[in-house]
Every structure is written in structure tokens, then in C-alpha cells.
């Protein structure tokens, strides 16, 4: 069964950086793109962008170009989001979901971003 | 970016009871448009895609209607596992945008 599998719970100090991944099962990895999305008590769910698992293209919404950045190991089946010069408007639970009209989600990570 | 207004953001109700979310657009989204249902360990399901169609293994007392601006979700008869958040989603234009979410809680 299709699953996305993220990585553990993150603590980080404001200025730094975290990288977060997304591990795939139960499909070729390559057939469907990666999309992250955000969520806080504040703003809801928000869009971050995606990621081609194929060729490594990239979009990003624009509140997020600068803050985000994805990648992918094909080897390993896996996305990857970093979130670099963390503020605590960063602290959220960030999403991986397949972009293929988002159906499978992954458990969600929480980044707290706290000196 | 199209905004998504959802609507009541708690919703108390019984077990048994029919209930409807709604969803609206701040333009046409072309019947792009999704339901999740969130639990509180955050889980997130998806229940309905494309406005109507109901996600394999979903029960069948959830189905989504609407056209245009306006969508909704509606839940026949509700369990005791249905008590949840729920989300839509508009993938109609770049970027994805969400609605701001109902709580349905147990009257």
C-alpha cells in the first residue's frame, strides 16, 4: 500500500536550518511528484510547492521561495524539504503529499523553532 | 491566489444526524476541488476528489456536490469516527489553496 513516511519531530534554534524527509513505499517513487504543504493554528493549511520526482524540477509558492527548498534521492525514494534561516513563524507541522491530486499524505512532522 | 471559505468553523452535531460543510471560492474553480478529513493525531484522509468522487474505501454516507464557487460535503448519517477536522482544497490554479477548516464536534 502507497505510504509516505516522514521523518522524526525537529527542534531548532531561530537562524538555522532543518531538513525533513519524505520516504515513499508501495508505488514507483518516480511516477508522481512530491508536494509539502505547511500547517499552523494561525494560518491554516498552506501551500508550499512540489517537486518532480523525476527530473528534480521544482515550483514553489511564492510566500515560500527563499524559505523552502526540495529535493529528491531517487535511490532512496525519498523527498527532502529544507527550511533554512528559521524564524518562529516557521514552528508548524509540515506535510509531504503525493501531488497526484493529493492523495496519500504522510504523517506530518513538527518543527518547533524555538531559542 | 483563490481564497476558500469554509463554512461553520465548528460544527456541533449528533451521532446520526446528516450534516453539510461548505465550501466557497473567491472565483470559479471548475469543480477542482477536494475534502480531507484530519484526526487528531493529524492524520489526513482524503474522503472526496474532483467534487463528487468518493475515495476508494470511504463510506458512502460522505459525498461532495457543487459547481462554480460553491461546494459542499455532506455526511448522511454521522458515526462516532467522524468527528474530525475536515479541509477543502482548490486545485484549480497555482498556488493550491485551502479552506480554513470545520471542527465537527459531538453535540
Known amino acids: 500500500q502507497v505510504q509516505l513516511q516522514q521523518s522524526g519531530a525537529e527542534l531548532a534554534k531561530p537562524g538555522s536550518s532543518v531538513k525533513i524527509s519524505c520516504k515513499a513505499s508501495?508505488?514507483?517513487?518516480?511516477?508522481?511528484?512530491i508536494s509539502w504543504i505547511k500547517q499552523t493554528t494561525g494560518q491554516g493549511l498552506e501551500y508550499i510547492g512540489y517537486?518532480?520526482?523525476?527530473?528534480?524540477?521544482?515550483y514553489y509558492n511564492e510566500k515560500f521561495k527563499g524559505k523552502a527548498t526540495l529535493t529528491v534521492d531517487k535511490s532512496s525514494s525519498t523527498a527532502f524539504m529544507q527550511l533554512s534561516s528559521l524564524t518562529p513563524e516557521d514552528t508548524a507541522v509540515y506535510y509531504c503529499?503525493?501531488?497526484?491530486?493529493?492523495?496519500?499524505w504522510g504523517q506530518g512532522v513538527m518543527v518547533t523553532v524555538s531559542s | 491566489d483563490i481564497q476558500l471559505t469554509q463554512s461553520p468553523s465548528t460544527l456541533p452535531a449528533s451521532l446520526g444526524e446528516r450534516v453539510t460543510i461548505s465550501c466557497r471560492a473567491s472565483?470559479?474553480?471548475?469543480?477542482?476541488l477536494n475534502w480531507y478529513q484530519q484526526k487528531p493525531d493529524g492524520t489526513v484522509k482524503r474522503l472526496i476528489y474532483?467534487?463528487?468522487t468518493l475515495e476508494s474505501g470511504v463510506p458512502s454516507r460522505f459525498s461532495g456536490s457543487g459547481s462554480g464557487t460553491d461546494y459542499s460535503l455532506s455526511i448522511s448519517s454521522l458515526e462516532s469516527e467522524d468527528f474530525a477536522m475536515y479541509y477543502c482544497?482548490?486545485?484549480?490554479?497555482?498556488?493550491?489553496?485551502f479552506g480554513g477548516g470545520t471542527k465537527l464536534e459531538l453535540k
Open positions: 503529499a503525493r501531488r497526484s491530486l493529493f492523495d496519500y
Open positions: 508501495g508505488y514507483t517513487f518516480t511516477s508522481y511528484d
Open positions: 517537486i518532480n520526482t523525476g527530473s528534480g524540477g521544482t
Open positions: 472565483q470559479s474553480i471548475s469543480n477542482s
Open positions: 474532483s467534487t463528487s
Open positions: 482544497l482548490q486545485y484549480a490554479t497555482y498556488p493550491q489553496t
